[in-house]
């Protein structure tokens, strides 16, 4: 049974920065892809950011040069750290494990809110 808690959201002015903390509880951390979606309102769930097992990331065109994915498989956690937010960034980010059999496992989300 896989489970991912994240935490690290809430309100930030724009111009700001977050970072964002995903700890999983699972079997060989090492072998999965992580990745950070989010959610706005009425919309779509998309792709912020994934790390893969092998370390190699990539980005949503939106946040590139401004998020930073980063995990340490010794401690079963992943980070997404969040600088010059905007305003469309806010949404509920949630935290994803891919396994090697490609089945998909999802957090509780948190909410991150941009606003002056």
């Known amino acids: 049974q896989v489970r991912l808690v994240e935490s690290g959201g809430g309100l930030v002015q724009p111009g700001g920065s977050?970072?964002?903390s995903c700890t999983?509880?699972?079997?060989?951390?090492?072998?999965?892809?992580?990745?950070w979606f989010r959610q706005q309102p009425g919309k779509q769930r998309e792709l912020v950011a994934t790390i893969a097992r092998g370390g190699s990331t990539n980005y949503a065109t939106s946040?590139?040069?401004?998020f930073t994915i980063s995990r340490d498989n010794a401690k079963n956690m992943v980070w997404l750290?969040?600088?010059?937010?905007?305003?469309?960034?806010?949404?509920v980010y949630y935290c994803n494990a891919r396994s090697p059999s490609r089945f998909d496992s999802w957090?509780?989300?948190t909410q991150v809110t941009v606003s002056s």
Request: aromatic letters at 6%; a positive charge.
């Open 81 to 91: 750290q969040m600088n010059s937010l905007k305003p469309e960034d806010t949404a």
């Open 18 to 20: 977050l970072r964002l």
């Open 63 to 66: 946040v590139k040069g401004r």
């Open 24 to 35: 999983a509880s699972l079997n060989i951390f090492s072998m999965y892809d992580m990745s």
């Open 107 to 109: 957090g509780q989300g």
